[in-house]
């Protein structure tokens, strides 16, 4: 398999942005369903899957190294507003 180094870049950061919006963002549709999982399940693995930035990570770079593979043209969509969007807000963190 050949791996493009470019692509290898925005993946990385696509699976950094999806991990900050699905563990810490408070963005609506991230923030409820996570907060009714850790109420719900408070002090158990399954709570801490959600919180966990290294544990939620595992997952979506498992998933996204599928969806490279499979679904090339429609993740690389994605991948790119993912990437751009955790590049600005490092870079918005900076000023």
Avoid: H, K, Q
């Avoid at 963005?27 to 002090?43: M, S």
């Avoid at 498992?62 to 593979?69: D, H, P, Q, W």
């Amino acid at each position: 398999m050949n791996v493009d180094p470019t692509m290898l870049v925005v993946d990385a950061l696509a699976c950094y942005r999806a991990t900050r919006l699905i563990t810490r963002d408070s963005v609506p549709v991230f923030r409820v369903p996570r907060d009714a999982v850790v109420r719900r399940w408070e002090g158990r693995p399954v709570a801490e899957l959600v919180t966990c930035p290294w544990c939620v990570s595992v997952w979506l770079a498992a998933g996204i190294v599928t969806a490279r593979l499979l679904l090339p043209g429609p993740w690389t969509l994605l991948a790119l507003v993912l990437a751009f969007s955790a590049v600005a807000g490092w870079l918005s963190e900076r000023e």
